[in-house]
């Protein structure tokens, strides 16, 4: 982790997976997506109030995901993402630093909710759908073509986990993010981070 974003961290109080699994919401939310730098970030972490704790595992306050997005040729999740759509999904498949893997679906509903379901998968699975797994998208998105489905954009990075359990929101800081290009690990925003809200008001409080 950049060591600016350390020290900030290491002046939060520390909580569990378990205590933010219980009082922030998890699968239905709504979520808002800053990108922003370094220093902005460390900033905003030092603004805030003595409510919010940082998630620690196994001591660490860093955990790092790896996340292979699909699409079908046309690319219309991300081009509805783009756009800007109200309905919309996204498909991908979440591997954990402790090889737990969920084939996981992101519904955004008109009312720009977000609503993740998930499907658990063996942690030695390929990047091909199983039958198993395609009928469980069927039930969710019976409107796709599931054979047009391919991976299209793997990413990997490392997660911050802030939480408050007197708002009941969580804020992830993403850092140290790569993409996978012709078999290769490259950098993205090298020098910057994605912040994420996730609460149950359509507006995060902080």
Known sequence: MNLLLQVCVDALASTSLAEVSSTS????????KYATSITRAAHFIRSLGPEWKVQTISERSSQRYQT???DD?????????????????????????????????????????TDKKRFERPSSATDQLSDSESTWL?????????????????????????????????????????????GDWQPVLSDGVVIESKSESLRSRV
């Open 73 to 113: 040729p046309y690319l219309r999740s991300y081009n509805d993402h783009v756009k800007g759509r109200r309905h919309r999904f996204k498909i991908r498949v979440r591997t954990y630093e402790d090889g737990i893997s969920f084939l996981e679906v992101k519904l955004k509903t008109k009312r720009g909710l």
């Open 25 to 32: 919401p998890r699968l239905q939310r709504h979520d808002q």
């Open 138 to 182: 069927s039930s969710l998105l019976p409107d796709i073509d599931l054979g047009a489905l391919v991976p299209t954009l793997d990413v990997e990075y490392e997660r911050i986990t802030l939480h408050s359990l007197s708002l009941a929101e969580r804020l992830t800081i993403d850092h140290s993010i790569k993409v996978k290009v012709s």
């Open 68 to 70: 292979l997005y699909f």
